[in-house]
């Protein structure tokens, strides 16, 4: 698990292609390496990946076709920058939110805009994960959590304060470029509470009522 509190910027330095799959050396920046052990999960822009080599100053992440087809890793090119974060301890703060690492689907950034000294960016999001996002909720962004301004038809609007954009890879984003998103993970929770048999989650009722019986309330 993570936060979506990104540690540091690492560089794609190298990929190596193996029947199929791919092995990712990533320059890790200012990352902490000291407390990684091999088979320790480290998220690179969002992505959960497991430390399979470490060298001074990198390590190697084994990525799979699924994730590759799945994710912005696939056409990521060398010496891209990517957002990194080691692995949530007990004792961490959760400075952000519960994120599994898992990409949910793929956004496209439509549009950058300056609002005073923060940026706006309005995303388009995949059909299928609409549902899950709400105003004012959590929703991970390349591996970085954010708070959702406002809803469109067809995706969603974030407020990147300076902060944010220094420390992640937010400040290189441009309109068209892909993003990998991770839903709020209650959210897809609920849904499958909610949903009764014979029934979609649209279909099933979502009231006080319904939440009782369930044990939510």
Not at 51 to 73: I, Q
Not at 135 to 163: E, R
Request: charged share 20%; aromatic share 6%.
């Amino acid at each position: 698990m993570f936060t979506g509190i990104v540690q540091a910027l690492g560089t794609l330095q190298q990929r190596q292609h193996l029947g199929g799959d791919q092995r990712f050396w990533v320059a890790a920046g200012d990352l902490d390496l000291s407390d990684v052990q091999l088979g320790d999960s480290i998220a690179v822009s969002g992505v959960c990946l497991t430390a399979v080599a470490l060298e001074p100053g990198r390590f190697a992440v084994d990525v799979s076709r699924e994730t590759l087809e799945r994710s912005t890793l696939g056409a990521l090119a060398l010496g891209a920058q990517v957002n990194l974060e080691k692995a949530l301890r007990l004792a961490d703060r959760l400075g952000g939110h519960l994120v599994a690492g898992h990409v949910d689907g793929v956004g496209t950034l439509l549009s950058a805009q300056a609002s005073g000294r923060s940026q706006v960016y309005r995303v388009q999001v995949p059909e299928d994960l609409r549902r899950y996002i709400a105003a004012k909720g959590s929703i991970c962004v390349d591996g970085v959590s954010l708070t959702v301004n406002s809803l469109y038809p067809d995706g969603f609007a974030l407020n990147l304060i300076p902060h944010s954009l220094a420390q992640t890879t937010a400040q290189f984003w441009k309109p068209g470029q892909r993003l990998n998103l991770e839903v709020d993970l209650l959210a897809r929770y609920l849904e499958r509470l909610m949903a009764e048999t014979g029934k979609s989650a649209v279909e099933s009722r979502l009231d006080a009522a319904s939440l009782a019986a369930k044990g939510f309330i």
